[in-house]
């Protein structure tokens, strides 16, 4: 019978050889060669595409024609959209983001 102690061990282990090689891959493919124009452009683009989704994602289900009209969430994404121009810190903007709106939700 194996230990309670081992299965998430073992489930641990797997998970961080599974990101470390999804980490290395990148170099092991490309490594000291130019990188392809394609995945420069990818480089670029897609940060600012998935954060445009994820705020999409976040925004759905949120009732602009209802009280309190969106008004915790709006709030909430200027402070992070100033923060983020202002400081060009990501966890500050995420962290003070994120204590805005649960405040804001409670008040």
């Known amino acids: 019978m194996i230990s309670n102690a081992v299965y998430p061990a073992a489930a641990i282990a797997v998970v961080a050889v599974v990101t470390w090689m999804l980490c290395a891959f990148p170099f092991l ?8 124009k394609t995945v420069k452009y990818l480089g ?53 983001g994120t204590l805005c709106y649960m405040i804001l939700i409670r008040v």
């Open 29 to 36: 493919l490309f490594g000291t060669r130019p990188l392809p």
């Open 44 to 96: 670029k683009t897609l940060p600012t595409a998935i954060m445009t989704v994820l705020v999409i994602y976040c925004l759905r289900d949120t009732d602009f024609g209802k009280y309190p009209f969106g008004l915790a969430e709006i709030v909430s994404c200027a402070l992070v959209v100033i923060l983020q121009t202002a400081r060009k810190n990501m966890y500050l903007s995420i962290i003070a």
